[in-house]
């Protein structure tokens, strides 16, 4: 906020725990957050009311601000599901890594991170990416090994793996955003409704802009014959549903063990 110095909440033990909680799982979906959210009140705070989720964020944030993290929230690119993730704003997400992964390791995420914004689908093949582990930094690894590392990128919620291509977690947006824009500013695409990131959305076939699924189902939700937002074209593509929790909560319950499809509308 401008002219003005913004209020900094107070941290109780209901946040703290939350805040743990969220850095555990590192990206939850907005039904587990407000799971979450009542858990720790009943732990710490059982008389107290909840508090409305974005303010009871919000407050986390004012507080997280000074340390250069916050807790971001998104949707998933394929059916619009919101997200939330902690995020730290102080260092680049590879040395967030660093962590937890040796330098060949990181060095074979950065080769498949490319092979995903320069690809038309938003998705890189695992023969692609294992073709590539002869010019990793550091420590040779063999393909087999470089099998494994991308299943704990899996496992750790950096990539996510459909029939046997990868593509980026929404954790891995969320956090990489700033990072992609700045290390790869010819090859990123933005969508033309909500200028954010994009690695998996519809084009227009005549002039080229891109949208995310959820922005094609919010934009072309009460037309009736689809235009371009931009040429005024006619969109060639099938145009998804909005995201409906109750539908989604429905579908979980039904069919728990469905794997997603994949989206590959460009």
């Not at 930094?137 to 704990?152: N, P, S, Y």
Request: neutral net charge.
């Amino acid at each position: 906020m401008q002219g003005g110095t913004r209020r900094v909440g107070t941290m109780t033990d209901v946040h703290r725990r939350f805040l743990q909680l969220l850095m555990t799982h590192g990206v939850l979906e907005e039904g587990d957050v407000k799971r979450l959210q009542k858990h720790c009140y009943k732990v710490h705070d059982c008389n107290a009311p909840v508090e409305k989720l974005e303010d009871f964020i919000n407050n986390i944030n004012s507080v997280l601000e000074s340390l250069y993290i916050e807790i971001k929230k998104g949707v998933t690119e394929d059916d619009g599901r919101p997200i939330y993730a902690l995020v730290n704003l102080a260092t680049t997400p590879i040395s967030k890594m660093a962590s937890d992964f040796a330098e060949n390791e990181l060095d074979l995420f950065r080769k498949a991170l490319e092979l995903i914004i320069d690809s038309e689908t938003g998705f890189a093949s695992s023969t692609n990416i294992l073709n590539l582990v002869d010019q990793l930094k550091g420590k040779k690894m063999r393909k087999k090994e470089a099998e494994h590392v991308l299943q704990k990128f899996v496992q750790n919620k950096w990539l996510i793996e459909k029939e046997g291509d990868f593509t980026l977690h929404s954790r891995a947006i969320l956090e990489m955003e700033q990072y992609i824009r700045e290390t790869h500013p010819e090859a990123m695409k933005i969508c033309n409704i909500c200028h954010s990131l994009l690695i998996q959305g519809q084009s227009c076939d005549t002039c080229g802009i891109r949208m995310h699924l959820p922005c094609v189902a919010k934009y072309f939700q009460a037309s009736s014959e689809p235009r371009c937002p931009n040429c005024n074209d006619y969109w060639p593509h099938e145009i998804p549903e909005v995201f409906d929790p109750e539908k989604h909560r429905e579908a979980a319950i039904s069919r728990p063990s469905k794997k997603p499809s994949r989206s590959r509308q460009h």
